[in-house]
Each structure stands twice: as structure tokens, then as C-alpha cells.
């Protein structure tokens, strides 16, 4: 039982994991923008894209036993710290990411407002 | 003290104009401030010409490459701020002068013009591709709210329109610089370049193809750019001229520099770029000819011209990248003329529909005049500046012997010469009808800037030699893949 515990525990065995949840997920969410109509079902599987790629970057980037790269007390070396650029890219994405959706989803309560519609299929204002 | 001007300035001078808005709304000079900004910021791009044509600039931010994040001032880069800024300058000047749309001279459409030329001269200088992904978000942001800065219905169907498809390229952006972080450790550009090619060959396919997926959905191209002609429709036409002026540029430059720096042998991706221009030029022109309302035309116009660029660009010769550098310059001096012809058609007649525009020179004949005109150059007849462009790109092909694009784009110009002729044909239609009374506010002022941009598409097609040192260093500057990567990379203290 144990053994089976510390292979989960091997990075390249947890990798594996992170990145095949991750890839589910965003194929999930890509299922979700194909198929679906409703305006903010669409928002809803945009974000789970996102998220899907900021997984993979942060997952992939750590290895278990690392610990933040902060030097403090005990620790005066840049040694067995996980990168911290994964992060500190994760942490501006995630941002920019809920301004796009706030923006997206304050477009469509507008829309909502003016039409009554909620579809993107209703949209044909557009055409000729 | 002196001020010291470097390439940071071309970003952070529309960000600080943006957001010191509340004052320019309290000592009402708005649009003042956005138009001199627009032309301040251009003199700056010409004043660094000699500077640049010497060696590149290089402005280093806290640390040195290829650890910190660097901006890239070279002679292309050059070219296509100067770019940016001379048609931002116009679009201002236009909404400035202007009477109707009220909409656009209120301080949200201030903040978001401002933003959005920022970030596409974020996209062009910067050398770090986290930086530039960052720069991509910030136009993306602004031109979606932009699109839908009119509020009425379809106005925010475009941009609905707008944000899900553009988020949806940014995420295949950002995955692949997720991935190339992954692989290679490295965000600088040129450090990326050097490592990229030990990676894995299925690796590199993958990071090639959502890049191109991301990036081609961003600059318009076939099949990814169904969405173009309703955002352009729904849009205000000023609004769109910067779509088609700027951002597709911008995003076209991004596309090629990213294929020409990471690849060591550019040839690999040369004939796949290549049909996807000539794909979207063909299909999009073909589709232009069934157009009935003036904004999808023009939109559908402009996608053909893209895809022109690009079958240019991606043949990755020096003759054709200056040419097609050159079709860039002529393109959004021209786009930017239409749709702003269009903006004011608009005005007079509440809807661009052929049937609606019957006769139209006898009330606008000025508007009607410059259509013709801008509508020339766009096909490339002579002694317009269009001509000259599309002359170099078939000159570059046909020196070495590559006769197929030279055929296409023959076609692709008939083509584009029926639907023209089409619309002018309605314009100069004789009616019955007595002219139709000038809507208030009309005035001859309106149209100086697009004056200016007719007499700088007469003198660049007459004097072409004005820029031809220019385009060619920029072409270099493109192609050199070594020199960037020595530039960046090789002397390092």
C-alpha cells in the first residue's frame, strides 16, 4: 500500500495526473463553448479553458518538496525553492482573465437588458 | 535636466494620458489631448529615424535580457508605431472635428483609444513574450469595449461577438507560451528563439499550430475569421478603421516576427502560411462580391487585403516583406480613409445598404470623390501609392520565378475592381431624386483629415523613394534573425 502511495508520490507519476486532469478540463470547457448557446454558459466555459492552462503551468512547474522561494530564517540559499516566475505569470493572467469575463458578462446583462435575448444563436442583428 | 526620449515613452505616455482622464474632462480638452498625443507621439517615431537606421534600440527595464523584460526599437518596429500613431492622429482629428457621434468624444472612448494604441505599440517593441501576451490582453480589452461602446443592440452583439472569440484566441496564446515557458525556462524572445529549436519536433508542431490558431484568429485569417464582418458591421465605422488600420497590423507583425525568430529556417512554415493568404484573399474577395451593405464590404475587403500581406510576408524573400510592409502602410492609410467615408455616409443615410445609397455623389459629392479614390488605390492603380506596393510584392515574386501568387493576386485585384466599380456604379446612379438636405452639423472641415490622407496616398504613390530606404531596413529587420539574437543576446556586460 505504501509503495503505491509513494509512486503516487514520484514527480513524474504526478505530472502525469496534473496534466491529464488539466487536459480533460480544458477539453471540457471547449465542449461547453462548441455546444452550448447561452451567452453566460459560453463565459463559464471560457474560464474553465483558462483555468485548464493555469493548472498545467503551475502544476508542471512544482515539484513536490520544494517550498516557496523566500528567504528567511533557516533559509539563506536559492536551493530545492520551486520557480517562482510559474506564479507570479499565474497570478497576472488570473487577473486579466477576470477582467475579460467581467467585461464579457457586463456586456451580456446589458444585452439581456435591451433584448430579452440570452442566446448566441438569437444573435442576427448582424446579418444581412 | 534634459528629458531623455526612449522607446518606453511610445507606451507609457497613452497610459498615463489614459488614466489622468478626470482632468482633461475637467478642463474640457479631451480630444485636444488625444489628438496631440497621437501627433507628438508620431514626430517622436520620425525623429528616431536616423538613430535607428544606424543600430536598433535597445531599452533594457531593471534587468538585462534574458532575464528582465526588454523593448525592441528596430526599423520595423519604427515603421509600424509611426504607423499607428499617424492613423491614431487621424481617427482622433476625425472624431474631433466632428459633430455627430457624441459617444466617442466622452471619456471611456478616450481611455480605451488611448489603451488600445499603448498596447498595440506594447506588441510591436516588446521582446519578452509574457509581456507581449500582457500587451495582447490590453488591446483585446479595449477593442472589445470599444466595439460595444455605442450600447444600443447591435453595437454590443458585436461586442459580445468580439470578446468570446478573442478570449478565445488569447487562451490558445497563452497556451502556448505556457508550454514554451515549460520546455525551454526562458520568456525572452531571442532566448526562446535559441532553444526552440532543441525541443521536440512534436513539441514544436504543437506550439506552432496554437500559436497559429491563436494569432490567425487575432489577425483575421481564413477560416478563423467568420466573426470579422459583424464586428465590423456593428461597430462604429471610426472604430473600425482602427480594427482595420492598427490592430490587424499589429497582430500581423506579431505573427510573422514570432515565425521568422523562432524558426531558424522559415522555409518549413513558408508554404502553409502562404495558402492560408492566399485562402483568406481569394474566399474573401470572392465573398466581398456579394456584399449589400457598405461596413461588410469594406470588411471583407480589408480581409482580402490581409491575406495579400500575409502570402507576401510569409514567402520570407527581402523583395516581397518590403513590398507587403508597404501594402501595410498603404492598406491602413486606405481602410482608415473608407471607413471613415463610411462613418459620414452613415450620418447622411442611417443605413449603407446598396439600395439605400442610390445617388449618392449628388448629395455627398466630396465623400463619393474620395470613395473613388480610396477605392483606386486599393485595387492599385496608378499614381496611387497602392500601385507602387502591389507592384514590389509581384516584382519580388516574379524575379525568382514563383508565378502562382503572381496569377492570384492578379485575380484577386479583378475581382476586387468588380465590387468597387459596383458600389461606385450606385453612388454616381442617376435618380430623379433631388439631393437630399445635409443633415446638421455637416461641414467641409470634416473631411481635412481624410484630405490629408488622400494627398499622402498620391504622394507616396508619386515619390515611393521617400520610404524605400525605410521598408527595405524594416524588411531586414524582419528577416535578420542573427542580428536580433546578437543584438539581444551577444554583448552583454
Redesign the interface.
Known amino acids: 500500500m505504501l509503495e503505491v502511495l509513494e509512486l503516487f508520490d514520484r514527480p513524474a507519476v504526478l505530472h502525469s495526473i496534473y496534466l491529464i486532469g488539466s487536459l480533460i478540463l480544458f477539453f471540457i470547457g471547449l465542449y461547453g463553448?462548441l455546444a452550448k448557446r447561452h451567452?453566460l454558459k459560453?463565459?463559464v466555459s471560457?474560464e474553465i479553458?483558462?483555468l485548464a492552462?493555469y493548472l498545467?503551468?503551475i502544476a508542471?512547474?512544482t515539484t513536490p518538496g520544494e517550498t516557496a522561494p523566500i528567504l528567511s530564517d533557516g533559509f539563506t540559499a536559492f536551493t530545492s525553492m520551486s520557480?517562482p516566475?510559474?506564479q507570479a505569470?499565474t497570478l497576472?493572467?488570473i487577473v486579466?482573465g477576470v477582467?475579460?469575463?467581467a467585461?464579457?458578462t457586463s456586456?451580456?446583462i446589458?444585452?439581456h437588458r435591451?433584448?430579452g435575448k440570452v442566446s448566441?444563436g438569437e444573435?442576427t442583428?448582424?446579418?444581412? | 535636466m534634459t528629458l531623455h526620449f526612449t522607446p518606453v515613452w511610445f507606451i507609457a505616455v497613452p497610459l498615463l494620458l489614459a488614466f489622468l482622464a478626470p482632468l482633461w474632462v475637467r478642463w474640457r480638452l479631451l480630444m485636444p489631448v488625444l489628438f496631440s498625443a497621437q501627433v507628438a507621439l508620431f514626430v517622436l517615431a520620425l525623429s528616431w529615424l536616423p538613430t535607428v537606421r544606424i543600430a536598433p534600440i535597445l531599452e533594457t527595464i531593471v534587468i538585462a535580457p534574458p532575464l528582465g523584460i526588454h523593448l525592441h526599437l528596430d526599423a520595423i518596429a519604427l515603421l509600424l508605431v509611426a504607423l499607428f500613431s499617424f492613423a491614431g492622429a487621424i481617427v482622433s482629428a476625425f472624431i474631433w472635428l466632428d459633430n455627430g457621434a457624441a459617444h466617442l468624444r466622452e471619456r471611456p472612448a478616450f481611455i480605451l483609444m488611448l489603451l488600445l494604441i499603448a498596447g498595440s505599440n506594447g506588441m510591436v517593441l516588446t521582446g519578452d513574450i509574457f509581456n507581449l501576451y500582457v500587451f495582447i490582453e490590453i488591446v483585446g480589452v479595449s477593442a472589445y469595449a470599444l466595439a460595444a461602446i455605442r450600447r444600443d443592440k447591435t453595437a454590443l452583439e458585436a461586442g459580445l461577438k468580439y470578446v468570446i472569440v478573442g478570449s478565445v484566441a488569447a487562451i490558445f496564446i497563452l497556451f502556448a507560451i505556457v508550454l514554451l515557458y515549460l520546455q525551454t525556462g526562458q520568456l525572452n524572445i531571442a532566448a526562446l528563439a535559441q532553444a526552440f529549436g532543441n525541443m521536440p519536433a512534436q513539441m514544436q508542431l504543437l506550439i506552432g499550430l496554437l500559436m497559429l490558431i491563436g494569432l490567425s484568429i487575432k489577425a483575421e485569417l481564413f477560416p478563423f475569421n467568420f466573426w470579422v464582418p459583424d464586428i465590423y458591421r456593428g461597430s462604429d465605422p471610426e472604430i473600425t478603421a482602427l480594427y482595420s488600420g492598427v490592430l490587424v497590423k499589429a497582430f500581423l507583425f506579431v505573427l510573422f516576427h514570432l515565425t521568422f525568430i523562432l524558426l531558424a529556417d522559415p522555409t518549413v512554415a513558408r508554404n502553409w502560411l502562404m495558402a492560408l493568404g492566399a485562402i483568406t484573399m481569394i474566399v474573401a474577395e470572392l465573398v466581398a462580391l456579394r456584399q449589400n451593405d457598405l461596413r461588410r464590404m469594406l470588411a471583407y475587403s480589408s480581409l482580402g487585403q490581409v491575406g495579400l500581406i500575409t502570402l507576401a510576408l510569409a514567402f520570407a524573400s527581402e523583395a516581397t516583406t518590403a513590398g507587403a510592409l508597404f501594402h501595410m502602410v498603404n492598406h491602413t492609410l486606405i481602410k482608415v480613409l473608407l471607413f471613415l467615408l463610411a462613418a459620414l455616409m452613415l450620418r447622411q443615410y442611417a443605413s449603407l445598404k446598396l439600395t439605400d445609397v442610390h445617388g449618392l455623389s449628388r448629395t455627398m459629392p466630396l465623400a463619393a470623390g474620395l470613395f473613388v479614390l480610396g477605392a483606386l488605390a486599393v485595387l492599385g492603380l496608378p499614381p496611387f501609392s497602392g500601385f507602387i506596393s502591389k507592384l514590389w510584392i509581384l516584382k519580388g515574386f516574379a524575379d525568382v520565378q514563383t508565378f502562382w501568387p503572381v496569377a492570384l493576386i492578379l485575380t484577386a485585384a479583378l475581382i476586387e475592381a468588380g465590387y468597387y466599380f459596383r458600389w461606385i456604379r450606385v453612388f454616381y446612379a442617376p435618380t430623379d431624386a433631388l439631393p437630399m438636405a445635409k443633415i446638421e452639423g455637416e461641414k467641409t472641415l470634416n473631411y481635412a483629415p481624410l484630405l490629408v490622407i488622400a494627398g499622402l496616398l498620391i504622394v507616396l504613390g508619386v515619390a515611393p523613394f521617400l520610404l524605400e530606404d525605410w521598408l527595405q531596413q524594416a524588411a531586414q529587420a524582419l528577416l535578420g534573425r542573427e542580428a536580433l539574437l546578437n543584438a539581444v543576446l551577444g554583448v552583454q556586460p
Open positions: 463553448l451567452l459560453i463565459f471560457i479553458m483558462e492552462v498545467i503551468l508542471i512547474a520557480d516566475i510559474p505569470l497576472t493572467a486579466i477582467a475579460v469575463t467585461l464579457g456586456m451580456a446589458q444585452y435591451l433584448t448566441v444573435m442583428e448582424l446579418k444581412d
